[in-house]
């Protein structure tokens, strides 16, 4: 049977990892796929450069809508990134009846129903295994390896650089901003880093898992987002002297009132494979009813890495295309008239434990008081730990870790607080998650 035929939209890292992964193992490829999976057209703004890559078998042009209007082109692959022309692009394709894989984790959490209903009217299929978590096969476990399951929670390490950062924080004792050059230096970080730092990579992420996991539209405008970049190192040192780590987590949970979609740094106990996940290494806990906790870990980014997943892709579409569109493996695991309308809940109502500190006046009554705000909103300490106050200092440091309450309650609890003419300084809070 002839090769199906692939058309790149930019041969950037992740392009020239895909080119070089199809090239190097198509041998093996093509057994698993049933036929050859070839790239005989490229468009990159970079003519030369992409002709440097490719040599000279496979059609290099400028423009991204000559790839689109090749008939003989079965897959169309996005790399280009960003809600820009990258949409106008896929849509296009969608249009001129193309498959399409992409590594566009923004533009799916952001237009992904838009392109999804596209996609469905035209009975082509949207594959976007890159999009999360790099090289690890996620996607493909929550929609298909985990099919049977119920899913209760997820929560993943699933941006890079920030775990650098963080992991290089708590190793060196190094300050954020300083590591963040590092990482940007090593080339972890997105195009724009406050993706990154701000918690937004991340929040597309977990967006377009959430949706597969629990069969909601995807809806990311309802993701509560907070980065890494308030964090201190002295945070990081006390969560390491109560026994846990610090890590920026995406997280989705399903409870009867809606699903909880929220990014934020988040105490996790040391003890947890995850917390142990160091450096720019990505990995997600999954929590189901019938196959209990799993764990999914490897590399989130890179050019074979990610080549990877969009290789799994294209095999997937390959082995695919000529079944009825019905019966194909729906985009987002659940069938389009089947998606649940449960709501993703505001973050005031979501339910988890905290980390608190608090630089207090080192006077008699100050505890009593601080705890008394607690109880009397029925908050449960979990544990309490004070730094001794240093020779000649009249204040000292209060950390207090709660059980899970819901986060309204929470807010008021610090507001109060924060009145208490004994409390020096902005409260810091922390979530904290046991995973267990
Ligand atoms: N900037 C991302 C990260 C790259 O740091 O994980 C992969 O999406």
């Known amino acids: 049977m002839k090769p199906i ?20 193992n198509q041998e093996e490829i093509q057994r698993r796929a049933g036929r050859g999976i070839e790239v005989t057209m490229v468009a990159d703004l970079d003519v030369a450069r992409a002709k ?55 533009l799916l959490a952001v237009h992904g129903t838009e392109i999804f209903a596209a996609a469905h009217k035209k009975g082509v299929m949207v594959a976007f295994e890159a999009a999360v978590a790099g090289g690890i096969p996620i996607i493909k476990a929550l929609r298909e390896g985990l099919t049977a399951n119920r899913i209760q929670w997820l929560a993943g390490i699933i941006n890079g650089t920030t775990n650098f950062i963080l992991s290089e924080m708590r190793d060196k004792g190094l300050a954020f901003n300083d590591v963040l050059k590092q990482a940007q230096a090593l080339g972890y970080a997105e195009a724009d880093p406050t993706f990154d730092i ?11 898992m959430s949706a597969i996991a629990f069969g909601v539209p995807v809806q990311f405008d309802k993701a509560y987002v907070e980065g890494i970049t308030k964090l201190e190192a002295q945070d990081i040192k006390y969560a390491e002297q109560l026994g846990y780590r610090i890590k920026l987590l995406g997280i989705s949970k399903r409870t009867t009132a809606g699903i909880e979609l929220r990014v934020h740094p988040c105490l996790v106990p040391a003890k947890r494979l995850i917390a142990n996940v160091e450096g720019a290494m990505n990995a997600v806990m999954v ?44 985009h987002l695991a659940f069938q389009p008239d089947a998606m649940s309308n449960l709501p993703i809940l505001p973050m005031a109502e979501v339910v988890t434990s905290y980390y608190l ?28 730990l004070q730094r001794e106050a240093g020779e000649g200092e009249s204040h000292t440091d209060l950390i207090i870790l709660t059980h899970d309450c819901v986060e309204a309650k929470m807010n008021q609890a610090m507001a109060e607080m924060q009145q208490l003419s004994t409390v020096l300084a902005p409260i810091t809070r922390i979530r904290k998650e046991e995973l267990n």
């Open 5 to 24: 035929q692939v058309g790149l939209l930019g041969i950037g890292t992740v392009g020239s990892g895909t080119f070089e992964v199809l090239n190097r």
């Open 52 to 106: 440097s890559i490719v040599g000279a078998n496979v059609q290099v042009v400028g423009d991204a809508r000559k790839v689109i209007a090749n008939p003989d082109i079965d897959i169309v692959v996005e790399l280009i990134g960003g809600y820009g022309i990258a949409k106008q692009l896929v849509l296009e394709a969608i249009e001129a009846g193309k498959h399409v894989v992409t590594a566009n984790k923004a």
């Open 198 to 208: 701000e918690g937004v990579d991340a929040a597309h992420k977990v967006t377009l």
């Open 287 to 330: 929590h189901a009813d019938a196959v209990g906790t799993t764990l999914y870990y490897g590399k989130g980014a890179g050019s074979e890495p990610t080549a990877s997943a969009v290789i799994a892709d294209l095999v997937d579409i390959t082995r695919l295309h000529t079944a009825d569109p019905l019966n194909r493996v729906p």
């Open 357 to 384: 500190r608090m630089r207090v006046a080192d006077q008699a009554g100050v505890l009593a008081k601080v705890t008394g705000i607690l109880a009397n909103a029925d908050i449960s300490i979990d544990a309490v």
